[in-house]
């Protein structure tokens, strides 16, 4: 069946710091990806998606590359700010399937430190 | 335009109880998919409903249970509660934002089950 793994946290940065959060992904068709994320006590936003192979997602100053070869979408930030301080999610919805359930990764917690 | 709404926000029941949990998609969504998270996993699906008809389901046991409204609203009902039913469940409503596949989180039901 399809899964999603991605890095276990938390993870702690420095404010300004670069990030990166890695998700590989086992699917048996062709999924899309995604990034939610989880601010505390709140429910899931859609941060970035992306469709295809090589397609890049982006918002917010965050990124993920779709790459089928390594069938991986690793999020990355060039400088975080405190107020990225959350739990990400990656997630894939497998679009050869009839129901359009997501399947998601443990999730990442990140605490950016000022 | 309002988001995906859930009712109750918390609600606490006792082993062995019925829940009723409700959702409201955002007006024009067809589709309502419901989703098990527990304390520091990602969301697990339970459930999808496209008008009115399941449309695909999880792994998980006949005590779970749903229902969409003509007016798309769901409810997702869980039989015989056990204390690993406690968890936030999330509904989503899904539709098509530029041409891509996205699904839209509520804030979630907060379930303890003492």
């Known amino acids: 069946g399809d899964s999603v793994t991605q890095m276990e946290g938390p993870v702690t940065l420095s404010e300004e710091a670069f990030l990166t959060i890695n998700c590989t992904y086992t699917a048996t068709g062709y999924p899309s990806l995604f990034w939610y994320v989880q601010y505390p006590g709140e429910g899931l936003q859609l941060l970035l998606k992306a469709t295809k192979a090589d397609d890049k997602g982006s918002n917010k100053g965050f990124e993920a590359t779709y790459r089928k070869e390594t069938t991986s979408f690793h999020l990355e930030k060039g400088s975080v700010q405190v107020s990225d301080s959350a739990v990400y999610f990656c997630a894939l919805r497998d679009v050869g399937g009839g129901a359009d359930g997501l399947t998601f990764g443990k999730g990442t917690h990140l605490i950016i430190q000022p | 335009d309002a988001g995906v709404t859930q009712s109750p926000t918390h609600l606490i029941k006792t082993r062995g109880q019925h829940v009723t949990l409700r959702c409201s998609p955002i007006s024009g969504h067809k589709s309502v998919s419901w989703y098990q998270q527990v304390l520091g996993q990602g969301p697990q699906f339970i459930f999808q409903?496209?008008?009115?008809?399941?449309?695909g389901r999880g792994n998980f046991p006949d005590r779970f249970s749903a229902r969409q409204f003509p007016n798309y609203s769901s409810e997702l009902n869980v039989n015989a509660l056990l204390l690993g039913d406690s968890a936030l469940y999330l509904c989503?409503?899904?539709?098509?934002?530029?041409?891509?596949?996205?699904?839209?989180f509520g804030p979630g039901t907060r379930l303890t089950v003492l």
């Open positions: 989503a409503s899904s539709g098509t934002s530029g041409g891509v596949y996205e699904q839209f």
């Open positions: 409903y496209y008008e009115k008809e399941e449309r």
